[in-house]
């Protein structure tokens, strides 16, 4: 069974930055990606960042491309998110998933296979 430690949400006021961790285990895979959504309230879950397990291609979301950087561990099968210049509208539940496949672009249109619980991230002054 898959399962995710998700880490690094808070409080951070507007401009500043944060690091969400997301350890995965339980699974043995060749390829996957791995990557976040999240999800403000009333609002639809989107898609972030994804990175693949296999060459290490990436995506990110419009609202987020060119603040917010994906990295990996493989060998501790973490990723993490690094966020900066953060604004009120990426207040969100941050939710960690895996997809068995090696498309970040097939996870970002079908969402991911297995999920994390979340972790709050907000943005405020």
């Known amino acids: 069974q898959v399962q995710f430690v998700e880490s690094g949400g808070g409080l951070v006021q507007p401009g500043g930055s944060l690091r969400l961790s997301c350890a995965a285990s339980?699974?043995?895979?060749?390829?996957?990606?791995i990557g976040w959504f999240r999800q403000a309230p009333g609002k639809e879950r989107e898609g972030v960042s994804c990175?693949?397990?296999?060459?290490?291609?990436?995506y990110y979301g419009d609202s987020v491309e060119g603040r917010f950087t994906i990295s990996r561990e493989n060998a501790k099968n973490t990723v993490y998110l690094q966020m900066n210049n953060l604004e009120p509208e990426d207040t969100a539940v941050y939710y960690c998933?895996?997809?068995?496949?090696?498309?970040?672009?097939?996870?970002?249109?079908?969402?991911?296979?297995?999920w994390g619980k979340g972790t709050l991230v907000t943005i405020s002054s």
């Open positions: 998933g895996l997809r068995v496949t090696d498309s970040c672009l097939a996870a970002h249109y079908y969402g991911m296979d297995y």
């Open positions: 339980g699974f043995t895979l060749d390829e996957y990606v």
């Open positions: 990175i693949s397990s296999s060459d290490g291609s990436t």
